[in-house]
C-alpha cells in the first residue's frame, strides 16, 4: 500500500510539473505572438533566456542556443509544447493539423509576410471521454478568444496610428475565424457529450421502453 502512494504521489508530480511547463510555453508564444503583432523581428534578451531555460527545465542537457529572431523563437517554444503534450498519459498523440507532420507548428500566411498562429483543439482520449480532456478543450477556446481581442486590439491601434492597418486588420479576421471554428467545433464535441450521457441515463432507458 505504501509503496503504491508513493508511486501515485511521484506520477502527480510529474503531471503537476508537465502542467507547469506548458502554462510557461503558453505565457512564452503568447509573447512571441505579440512581439510579431507589433513587427518585431529580433527577441528581447529577457525572453531569449527564458526560452532557454524552459529547455533546461525540461530536463535537455544542451539546451539550444537563446533564438535571435522571433520565427527560431516560436519554434523552439513549439518544439517544447509538442514534447509535453506527448508525456501527457492521457493524451499521448501530440496536437497535430491536417496535412502536417507531428511537431510543426500550423502557421497560416495572413498578409504581407504576416504570420498567425492557428490553435487546433487537443485530440480526444483513446478510451472513455473524461473531464480534463473537456477542460483542455475549453481552455483552447479561451486562449483563441484572447488572442482575438489582442489582436483586435492591435488592428484598432494600427488604425489610429496609420501604420499598417490592413496587414492588422488581417490578422484580426484570421485571429476570429480561429476562434470561431474552435467554439463550433467544441459545440458539437459538448453536444455529442451530452447526447451520449442521456442516452445511458436510467430515465431516457425508460422512456424509450414506454
Not at 473524461?130 to 482575438?148: G, I, K, N, Q
Request: proline share 8%; net charge negative.
Amino acid at each position: 500500500m505504501a509503496a503504491a502512494t508513493i508511486e501515485r504521489d511521484d506520477h502527480e508530480a510529474v503531471e503537476d510539473r508537465r502542467r507547469s511547463l506548458m502554462a510557461e510555453s503558453d505565457c512564452l508564444l503568447d509573447d512571441v505572438e505579440r512581439l510579431r503583432l507589433d513587427d518585431e523581428v529580433e527577441v528581447p534578451q529577457r525572453l531569449r533566456e527564458a526560452i532557454r531555460a524552459l529547455h533546461v527545465r525540461l530536463g535537455r542537457s544542451d539546451p539550444p542556443t537563446p533564438p535571435s529572431t522571433l520565427h527560431a523563437a516560436h519554434d523552439l517554444v513549439f518544439a517544447v509544447q509538442q514534447r509535453l503534450m506527448a508525456a501527457n498519459p492521457k493524451h499521448p498523440r501530440p496536437n497535430r493539423h491536417a496535412g502536417r507532420p507531428g511537431g510543426q507548428p500550423v502557421i497560416t500566411l495572413v498578409r504581407e509576410n504576416s504570420l498567425w498562429k492557428l490553435l487546433t483543439l487537443p485530440p480526444p482520449p483513446s478510451g472513455e471521454v473524461d473531464e480534463e480532456w473537456l477542460e483542455l478543450v475549453e481552455c483552447t477556446v479561451e486562449r483563441a478568444w484572447d488572442r482575438w481581442c489582442y489582436a483586435q486590439q492591435h488592428a484598432i491601434s494600427a488604425a489610429h496610428e496609420r501604420y499598417k492597418p490592413q496587414v492588422a486588420l488581417a490578422v484580426a479576421r484570421t485571429a476570429w475565424s480561429n476562434y470561431w471554428d474552435l467554439y463550433l467545433e467544441a459545440e458539437e464535441i459538448r453536444g455529442r457529450v451530452s447526447g451520449a450521457t442521456s442516452s445511458r441515463s436510467p430515465g431516457s432507458a425508460a422512456t424509450r421502453r414506454e
